[in-house]
């Protein structure tokens, strides 16, 4: 079974400085990949997805994820984080890129101080 | 309409009524799909429509959850004999067709007291 884990509940990042968050997935054959992010009161938004190709993936708003398939990660990076990115994010993994099929990970709360 | 709508956005109940949750998807969306977000959970998949399809059940909890799609457009997840940990907030997402990407609702919070 496909799962994923989010090893950080939450993350405080000071603002303008680099952001990383973690997640791994178990799946046993290739996994197609996605971001989410939630503002409080919002349905989830999609920052980028990978299927295949490039492992390094670019998002909206200025996020980035690389899948290292040894490490069977995909950790979402931005260069410099801006009081507006707090918000929860999402990992998600699934056999496919139907919606049905995705098991998502618990989330990571991320926290911007000024 | 511009995105996809659900109501209420809020909703207290008593342990054992029955409630209804709505979801108005984006215009032309065929596929329709409704998730659990329980607190410090991850989303789970409930229930997902596809056109004139035979929905998936899979992701349904118990028998007091159902769902239903008319027309196509409008779907009600109603839950019966609400029980506490049915608390969570329900999400509701449509995309143009399946393997496309899913918009969300801002969700219904449901709590049951």
């Known amino acids: 079974a496909q799962s994923v884990t989010q090893p950080d509940i939450h993350i405080t990042v000071s603002e303008g400085a680099s952001l990383e968050l973690r997640c791994n997935y178990s799946?046993?054959?290739?996994?197609?990949l996605f971001w989410y992010v939630q503002s409080p009161g919002q349905g989830l938004q999609l920052l980028l997805k990978?299927?295949?190709?490039?492992?390094l993936v670019q998002g909206i708003k200025g996020f980035e994820a690389e899948f290292k398939r040894s490490q069977s990660s995909f950790n979402l990076r931005k260069p410099s984080v801006h009081w507006s990115d707090a918000a929860e994010y999402f990992c998600a993994v699934g056999a496919n890129s139907g919606y049905s099929t995705l098991t998502f990970g618990k989330g990571t709360m991320l926290l911007v101080s000024p | 309409g511009a995105g996809v709508s659900q109501s209420p956005s809020n909703k207290v109940t008593e342990k054992g009524k029955d409630v209804e949750l709505r979801c108005d998807p984006i215009?032309?969306?065929?596929?329709l799909y409704w998730y659990r977000q329980s607190l410090g959970q991850g989303l789970e998949f409930l229930i997902y429509?596809?056109?004139?399809?035979?929905?998936?059940k899979s992701g349904l909890p118990s028998d007091r959850f159902s769902a239903e799609r008319t027309g196509g457009s409008v779907s009600t997840l109603t839950i019966q004999r609400t029980q506490q940990e049915d608390s969570a907030v329900y999400l509701c997402?449509?995309?143009?067709?399946?393997?496309?990407?899913?918009?969300f609702g801002q969700g219904t919070r449901l709590t049951v007291v």
């Open positions: 429509f596809q056109g004139n399809s035979a929905p998936d």
């Open positions: 215009s032309g969306h065929t596929a």
């Open positions: 990978y299927f295949s190709g490039d492992t």
């Open positions: 799946y046993g054959a290739t996994p197609y």
């Open positions: 997402a449509s995309s143009i067709r399946e393997y496309t990407e899913a918009f």
